[in-house]
């Protein structure tokens, strides 16, 4: 080892670690794809398979090598953290570090995530490793895995959706006219937080009246009216993993065609997470959503796909749309999201996250989806 590197130390090995459980399924997926070596720097997949939560780190995984490059500010937090791997301190550069570790090994192919490396970086890498290296996008792998939770994983994300349901419900109280978006938005991340969770999974989303009509509207200084609908798409992260849950409601008295809008999608949410089951094809939950919003002659209103995998990322596999033919697993979770939006009128959107079981799906964020007309 060149003196550069000091070795800090291999942690400890728990037989029932699941990050262990993960580096072994990639080693043998990585057999099959016929992958030498990967070069890991998407830091949720590093965490993913290390357990390592630091904001800088590159893995280097074989089928013998289990290697973690660090800086000096988290050397001792890889040490208590990562798992089934050798942690290096790289006082000169991570990458250069990685690249310097190939170098030295005679390591003629190695693969990276093309998805993450950036144009310079691959630049650097490949000249700091030597002409002798060969390197290749190594494809989604890990994404693969990332597809099918464990059962920790499935925890942690039916307690991100509890304290999400939760905080909803103690919202309902506090929507009222004259109540500010942002005021809304800042509330329900606060609440979050005061039951546990490290934050909100992305920023809050609370839309009134015509900007409800955007499906990705930024809270604004807007004050909420009466006979408005509002949406609220909100979700907490715990120990890492998020959920995602949207409910709308109404201010006031709504009007017949407000009630048959609302009705319609949550007809088409319905329909769609009973859907989800082992096996059946991403693209046929889309279509399931789909078919009860074109029989209320709403399908022209519904502008986006069905949902997404949940997880480390609150946007993962699979994407629940029209013409995707990836089968969905048991273990996997996604959202089920359908909604209209109208301008001038609003939108409605409802939107759980839910757990694919063998049988019967999961829904993990267990708020009501009646209580949406506030007087």
Known sequence: ??????????????????????????????????????????LVNVRYLTGFTGSAGILLLGPRQGILWVDPRYTLQAQEQAEGVEVIEEKKGILKG????????????????????????????????????????????????RVVKDRG???????????TAEVFAEMLPRIRPGVIEQDLAAEVEYRMRKKGA?????????????????????????ALQESELVIFDLGAILAGYAADMTRTVFL????????NLYCAVLKAQSGAVRAVRDTTRAGEIDSAARRVLAKHGLARYFTHSTGHGVGLEVHERPRLAKGEVTHLRSGSVVTVEPGVYLEGVGG?????TVLVGPEDPEILTPASKESWVIS
């Open 198 to 222: 490290e934050g909100a999974a992305f920023e809050t989303i609370v839309a009134s009246g015509p900007r409800s009509a955007y499906p990705h509207a930024r809270p604004s200084s807007k």
């Open 348 to 352: 409605i959107r409802i939107e759980d």
């Open 252 to 259: 006031g008295e709504p009007t017949r065609r407000v009630r």
């Open 153 to 163: 994983e499935i925890e942690a994300i039916r307690r991100a959706g509890k304290v």
């Open 1 to 42: 080892m060149v003196s550069s590197f000091l070795l800090i130390a291999m942690c400890p090995d728990p037989s029932s670690s699941p990050f262990r459980a993960r580096q072994e399924r990639l080693r043998a997926l990585m057999e099959t794809r016929r992958v030498p070596l990967i070069l890991v720097t998407h």
């Open 98 to 145: 990685a690249a310097s570790w190939l170098r030295k090994n005679g390591v003629r192919e190695a693969t990276f995530e093309a998805s993450n490396l950036t144009c310079a970086q691959f630049e650097q890498l490949g000249k700091e490793a030597g002409d002798g290296l060969q390197l290749r996008p190594a494809g989604e792998l890990i994404e693969e895995l």
